[in-house]
């Protein structure tokens, strides 16, 4: 068991006295895909060696009770009174129990500690860790009969309607369906996923984090679905077939050129080429091809910065660095933008020099320290064992 297993384990026993069931949930990457998921198009993501751990208990009386260990803050709660609080980090968790209780299912009191080591605002989706994580662990706790599938809904919905960020699904699926060792592709309308082996001994993902946090994040965010469902109707004029971005081709928005204003044309080009990517991406896997993988990578990147426009300049700058240093396959920033981390594929022998090199420029560039992460690809949402 890691550290902040046994950590979280600890504080647990220390506050209630009693053995709790202890779950793992992780954060995760997106190799290629991005803004595709609520588009009803393909992504590539994988769960990583960072987690956030549950330690849950049953509680005698009615109440809940939430202690976020590394932000020293508690919650408590009655599953029958939820309302969303200034607080900030409990909504991500009292919106999952109002959402099972949605489902007709009573949620008894308990008693939850949590924590570990998922950067906050990264891109690594520690939101999603903590509602798939939490969802996973009562469902386990009060044997609540919810499959994997309803679990990862109704964690995206909690987010959708009680925090209010419209995000689409895939960092909830991931979450709960990833493999070690393998990226999960994910037709995001038919939910349909399958594996595809990744780690390679002479590869890494390399995380570099800009430490940059913008609101932007979520309102540029909630913008962007609306400016591509408005193109899906301009599109629909003339292609009725069309349900969402993953049905349209160029040539489809070509022709609509003149029908829709320009930026939304923008918006929905990126999706279009970003989707062809994903699925060309799966096909360098299947081959073994690292190299074209990278390229893509790289082209995912040039779209998101000049396109959909959701790049910043310190991504900008973490993007430029990865590609001038040596052993680099492909950089790309990950995520909703604005912000968070760069993901980089680079050789195993070149990790250190990229480090040093992406280090110096980003420290003269953006007057800043970036910060570091090589992940590995690891299992979905489980119970840990002591
Ligand atoms: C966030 C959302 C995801 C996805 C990505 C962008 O992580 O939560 O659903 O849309 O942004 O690819």
């Not at 895909?33 to 393909?42: A, I, L, S, V």
């Not at 469902?229 to 349209?248: I, K, N, P």
């Not at 070509?254 to 929905?268: F, G, K, T, W």
């Not at 990865?322 to 950089?331: F, I, N, S």
Request: net charge neutral; charged share 30%; with cysteine.
């Amino acid at each position: 068991m890691t550290e902040n297993a046994e950590r979280i384990g600890e504080a647990y026993r220390r506050l209630f006295g009693d053995e709790p069931l202890l779950v793992r949930s992780p954060g995760r990457v997106n190799l290629i895909g991005e803004h595709t998921d609520y588009n009803g198009g393909f992504v590539l993501p994988a769960a990583v060696d960072k987690a956030v751990y549950f330690a849950l208990g049953r509680a005698a009386e009615g109440d809940c009770y939430l202690q976020a260990e590394d932000l020293r803050s508690s919650f408590v709660f009655h599953p029958e009174r939820i309302e969303k609080t200034d607080l900030g980090w409990p909504n991500y968790l009292t919106g999952v129990v109002l959402e099972i209780r949605k489902t007709g299912r009573g949620v008894p009191g308990f008693r939850c500690v949590f924590g570990g080591n998922i950067p906050i605002g990264a891109g690594l989706s520690s939101s999603a860790a903590l509602e798939a994580g939490l969802a996973f662990g009562l469902n386990r706790l009060f044997g609540l009969g919810l499959e994997a599938l309803e679990i990862v809904k109704l964690a995206q919905r909690a987010e959708n309607e009680f925090v209010g960020v419209r995000c689409g699904i895939m960092d909830q699926f991931v979450n709960i369906f990833a493999r070690p060792r393998a990226v999960l592709k994910l037709d995001c309308r038919s939910l349909t996923h399958t594996h595809h082996p990744f780690e390679r001994d002479d590869l890494r993902i390399v995380l570099c984090d800009t430490k940059v946090r913008r609101a932007l994040a979520s309102s540029e965010y909630n913008v962007r679905r609306a400016q591509c469902e408005e193109g899906v109707t301009v599109l629909q004029r003339r292609h009725s077939g069309v349900r969402s971005l993953r049905d349209a081709t160029i040539e489809m928005l070509e022709a609509c050129r003149r029908d829709m204003d320009p930026v939304v044309h923008r918006r929905c080009a990126y999706v279009v080429k970003e989707n062809a990517r994903v699925e060309a991406a799966g096909r360098d896997l299947e081959k073994g091809d690292f190299l074209s993988f990278g390229r893509r990578m790289d082209a995912s990147h040039d779209g998101l910065r000049d396109e959909y426009e959701v790049s910043c300049r310190e991504l900008d700058i973490l993007v430029e660095a990865a590609r001038r240093a040596p052993g680099v396959l492909g950089a790309r920033m990950m995520g909703a933008g604005f912000g968070g981390c760069t993901i980089n594929l680079v050789e195993e022998r070149a990790v250190e020099e990229f480090r040093a090199k992406v280090g110096e420029d980003y420290r003269s560039r953006a007057g800043r320290e970036p910060e570091f992460h090589v992940v590995r690809l690891s299992a979905g949402t489980g119970v840990l064992t002591c």
